[in-house]
């Protein structure tokens, strides 16, 4: 359940995405179940709050199509991760947006040599009121700086195959690189 918060401060704006797993949507959405405590609830939405200028929080199929990237409880993940966000074209429906973006799985997983990690995580439904229209999380993992900058187009031939495939389903909104850090 990608959770995305942006802060902003005096003089910095920060962006955060917190991955969950849970049995359940209401193991999510039911406070009693979310939390140990009423009180750990509140200290929690509490420091959140300070801390957030915006936060959503989207229920999610995660669906993946490669997944090659070491990681270490605890540790920061080695290299970078790209989360990109994305909506579909004007004009079509959930569904046909949906398919488009599974039959560019495959196509991007040939373009994009420098994936260590890529999955697609279609929205099934936020959980936020008023929170923006995404109906697609990516993540993309690079083992190195270099596999992010070079490999993720690794021609002017390969750009051009993915924009046009995009460029018929899908709009793209405000990604963000990220350092993974998995806690469990």
């Known amino acids: 359940m990608p959770h995305f918060e942006q802060g902003a401060g005096p003089r910095r704006r920060y962006q955060a995405a917190a991955e969950m797993c849970f049995d359940s949507a209401e193991d999510f959405t039911d406070r009693a179940r979310l939390y140990d405590s009423p009180e750990a609830g509140r200290r929690i939405e509490d420091a959140l709050a300070g801390k957030a200028g915006?936060?959503?929080?989207?229920?999610?199929?995660?669906?993946?199509?490669?997944?090659?990237?070491?990681?270490?409880?605890?540790?920061?993940?080695?290299?970078?991760?790209?989360?990109?966000?994305?909506?579909?074209?004007?004009?079509?429906?959930?569904?046909?947006?949906?398919?488009?973006?599974?039959?560019?799985?495959?196509?991007?997983?040939?373009?994009?040599?420098?994936?260590?990690?890529?999955?697609?995580?279609?929205?099934?439904?936020?959980?936020?009121?008023?929170?923006?229209?995404?109906?697609?999380?990516?993540?993309?993992?690079?083992?190195?700086?270099?596999?992010a900058v070079h490999r993720f187009?690794?021609?002017?031939?390969?750009?051009?195959?993915?924009e046009f495939d995009t460029a018929r389903w899908m709009v793209a909104y405000d990604g963000a690189f990220f350092s993974e850090y998995v806690l469990k």
């Open 54 to 147: 915006e936060a959503f929080t989207y229920r999610v199929t995660e669906v993946i199509e490669k997944a090659a990237h070491p990681t270490r409880i605890g540790e920061r993940s080695a290299g970078i991760k790209m989360i990109p966000l994305a909506g579909w074209k004007q004009g079509l429906t959930d569904e046909e947006g949906r398919l488009a973006w599974e039959v560019h799985g495959p196509l991007a997983l040939r373009i994009h040599t420098g994936f260590s990690k890529y999955v697609r995580n279609v929205v099934e439904q936020s959980l936020t009121p008023g929170a923006p229209n995404y109906r697609g999380i990516g993540e993309l993992q690079f083992l190195t700086i270099d596999d």
């Open 153 to 162: 187009f690794p021609s002017p031939a390969a750009a051009r195959i993915i």
